[in-house]
């Protein structure tokens, strides 16, 4: 058995019922790709606009692939096409923008993620708990016919202080619950909490996570 397959089934076996696996791919070369899609994965994640188009076009065409990087404006129309969610939306504008693409190039509905700033490092992108209560309190969302807000996203610290981790997960999922509550009581698609990684994805599953997005794990170091 490849490597890549038998890694894949043991991330697999160790995943509760209902815990979805996002394969991230990047930097990985598409028969890399294949080997877990002939094992029966269907869901990449890919974090550069350019490497996504290639894929897509070398790969099969039920992959759905998540765009799980920092995307900028201008870039949104070259994956809308493509993609099947955006998880790390962080600002209003990257959501009207990808309204607009939607709308432009005939997608009935994108599926994104709100992407959540807890980590300690400065460098990470996403919302504070504050700006993504104030982004959905706003409610300009909610005129978007295009752009259905599917739930929340986010990467912890990146640290070995397994507490703090935790801490960040459980955070993440209190500020879901509340959300749901608040703004998607009624709304069943909002249902998603992507987190955990490689590193911490056993820990991201104690609290709640209902998708992780390994790569390492499953395809070895990338090759930069
Ligand atoms: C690269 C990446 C991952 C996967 O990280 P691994 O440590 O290789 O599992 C997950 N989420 C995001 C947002 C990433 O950019």
Redesign the pocket.
Known sequence: MSDVKSNLRQVRASLPEGVRLVA?S?FHPAEKLMEAYADGQRIF?E?HEQELRTKHEQLPKDIEWHF??HLQTNKVKLIVPYVSMI??VDSIRLLREIERQAERQGRAEVRVLLELHLAEEATKYGLTPDDCRQLLSDGEWRTMKHVRICGLMM?ASNTDDEARIEREFQMASDLFDEFKSTFFAADDAFCERSWG???DYRLAVRHASTMV?????IFGP?EY
């Open positions: 991230v990047k994640g974090s799980i990087g998880e790390a990467m990684m490689s590193d997005r390994i790569g390492t794990t990338r």
